[in-house]
Structure formats: structure tokens, C-alpha cells
């Protein structure tokens, strides 16, 4: 069990540029989260898969936000003509929910994005 | 609407004093909740979780949490902070909900 890990950790882009973030869970884990986090606040849920499916999306996900978990296993998160307000860290987290709805989620160290 | 609250946005405490975080919640049922820790730079530790049965829940890190269904807290406690545990905290329900977090200074 090595954790969920992130690529890459820190990411500086321009203004109008694309970027892709990628998480690989916990290998048995069959959810994937990923969320954002501003300076001061608690993650904020963007989206999760179980396995391949892309179960729930946050009215946060604009759609210059994309993510995918093509064989569910790791995923991508991609966003498009970035923003100043992109700015932040991009946490990714992992689990394999128990019966009864218990579900514990582990998080990755994140991608911190800032968008010049 | 239900919510995660964390009163205090930031604490000091002196090293070897006892530290108590609040978090209130507010759900149509008791939900399953959560303790994160997070270091700076860094992502989320899972310090300690209720599902159900005992209230008082024993975590990581000599931490314990304590469920209060009348007053729908579940409060962050430990009885001798160490310096290493400046950090950020944050409460968590299940739906994937976090409150804001309260920062932990601690104070030679």
C-alpha cells in the first residue's frame, strides 16, 4: 500500500493555458474523489468516480473541467483555458466503502496549481 | 440546510497544554463523521472517525473525539499538545462535506 499519490505536486501555468493533473489511488480502492482547496477553507468535492463511472459532479466543476478515470484506476483531471481564480491545491483522495455506507476517504499531498 | 461548522479559526495553545477544536453539524440524521489533520504543504491525515456505538472515539496521535447527539457536536480533544501537532484541522461528515478548519499554533 504505498497512498494515493499526485502528479505533479506543484504546477505554474499561464493565464488561457490547459493543465492535467493525474491521481493514482490506493490500488483495491474502487472510489476516487478529487477536490479543491483555497487558502484558509476545507476542500471543497468536485467530483468522484467508483471504478470507471463518474458517479456525481459539483456545480463547482465548470465545464472547462474535465476528469476521467479511463480504466478505474488513476484519473485525470484536466481544465481548460485556466483562470486566475484556478489557483489553488487539488487534492485527490481514495477509498473502498464499507456495507452500511462507511466509507474512509485517503487523501494524496495534492497538486497546488497557480495560474500567473 | 446541512452544514459543517468550525467556530474557531484559529487557536494557540502553550506545548503541554490540553487542546479542545469544536465542530457542530447540522443533518436531518446522525451522520458518520470525521477528524482530518493536515500539515502544511501537505494533504489530509484521518485522525480519528464515528460510524456508530461509543461516543468517545479513541484516534491517532493521542487524539480523541467525542460525539454529542443533543448538542450535534463531535469535538477534536487532546489532553497534552506537542509542538509537532501545529497543523490545520478540519471536521468531516460523509457526504463529503468538510468545515473551514481551525489552525493549531502551539507555543513553546
Known amino acids: 500500500d504505498t497512498g494515493v499519490s499526485q502528479d505533479p505536486r506543484h504546477k505554474i501555468t499561464k493565464r488561457g493555458q490547459n493543465v492535467t493533473f493525474r491521481c493514482d489511488p490506493i490500488?483495491?480502492?474502487?472510489?476516487l474523489y478529487w477536490y479543491r482547496q483555497t487558502l484558509g477553507q476545507g476542500p471543497e468535492f468536485l467530483t468522484y468516480f467508483q471504478n470507471e463511472a463518474q458517479l456525481e459532479k459539483s456545480r463547482l466543476l465548470s465545464d472547462r473541467f474535465s476528469a476521467e478515470r479511463p480504466k478505474g484506476s488513476f484519473s485525470t483531471l484536466e481544465i481548460q483555458r485556466t483562470e486566475q481564480g484556478d489557483s489553488a491545491m487539488y487534492l485527490c483522495a481514495s477509498s473502498l466503502p464499507q456495507g452500511g455506507g462507511k466509507n474512509i476517504q485517503y487523501f494524496g499531498a495534492g497538486t497546488r496549481l497557480s495560474v500567473l | 440546510a446541512q452544514s459543517v461548522t468550525q467556530p474557531d479559526i484559529h487557536i494557540t495553545v502553550s506545548e503541554g497544554a490540553s487542546l479542545e477544536l469544536r465542530c457542530n453539524y447540522s443533518?436531518?440524521?446522525?451522520?458518520?463523521l470525521f477528524w482530518y489533520v493536515q500539515s502544511p504543504g501537505q494533504g489530509l491525515q484521518l485522525l480519528l472517525k464515528y460510524f456508530s456505538g461509543d461516543t468517545l472515539v479513541q484516534g491517532i496521535k493521542g487524539f480523541e473525539a467525542e460525539f454529542k447527539r443533543s448538542q450535534s457536536s463531535f469535538n477534536l480533544r487532546k489532553p497534552s499538545v506537542h509542538w509537532s501537532d501545529a497543523a490545520e484541522y478540519f471536521c468531516?461528515?460523509?457526504?463529503?462535506?468538510f468545515g473551514a478548519g481551525t489552525r493549531l499554533t502551539v507555543k513553546p
Open positions: 468531516a461528515v460523509e457526504d463529503m462535506r
Open positions: 490500488s483495491e480502492h474502487n472510489r
Open positions: 443533518y436531518g440524521a446522525t451522520p458518520y
